[in-house]
């Protein structure tokens, strides 16, 4: 229970770090409110995938992982730069990239496998370390059993995804063609500067 009422409040900062990634990506593919929903759905499950991975390992590694700062620091680095390539391709895929073999292959998986877009994102934006999510991660290091740590976690995430829904109602946008061209720019945007924090991040806990 504490852990959705932590989710509760702590919603609006969650949202705040994931709408910059959504809202584009959203208004830049065109679609509806449904199909938006059905793309929020998968990016949450993710991102619950996510949270249950950093469960796990608050059952495994105790308090001691909450001294690792640089070990942090380091796989949260690598998310960023995950997702920043992600939202990259994801504004590009329409678009043949000439000379690149591994774009036109991870291209030629989201066709065939649309929804890995907005679950690898969402997965990594789970990973992304937050004051909320420390406190987390805090309760779930102390809860003594691994089912207690999911729990922790599972109920947290429940208690933030609520702030998400609203994220599906840019769908009504979608046929204001200059919203797409400011969406493509903002996505290009928010994907460098993830890439400049994750650069950081990664710099500073391989030395």
Do not use: H
Request: hydrophobic share 60%; proline share 3%.
């Amino acid at each position: 229970m504490r852990g959705f009422l932590l989710g509760l409040a702590s919603g609006t900062s969650c949202l705040a770090f994931c709408a910059p990634v959504l809202v584009p990506l959203f208004l830049e593919e065109g679609k509806s409110i449904r199909g938006n929903l059905l793309s929020l759905l998968q990016f949450l499950g993710g991102r619950l995938g996510g949270y249950l991975l950093l469960g796990v390992f608050a059952w495994g590694a105790g308090a001691v992982l909450a001294e690792a700062t640089r070990a942090q620091g380091l796989v949260v680095g690598v998310a960023y730069v995950l997702l920043a390539g992600l939202l990259l391709l994801a504004v590009l895929r329409k678009k043949r990239l000439a000379g690149s073999c591994a774009a036109g292959g991870a291209q030629a998986w989201l066709r065939r496998w649309p929804a890995l877009l907005p679950v690898g994102m969402g997965f990594l934006a789970g990973l992304k370390i937050c004051p909320p999510l420390l406190l987390a991660f805090t309760d779930a290091t102390g809860a003594g059993s691994l089912a207690g740590s999911l729990l922790v976690f599972l109920t947290f995430f429940a208690g933030t995804s609520i702030f998400f829904l609203p994220v599906a109602l840019v769908g009504a946008f979608r046929r204001v063609a200059e919203l797409k061209i400011v969406a493509k720019f903002a996505a290009v945007i928010v994907s460098l500067y993830y890439l400049y924090l994750g650069g950081l991040l990664i710099a500073g806990g391989v030395t």
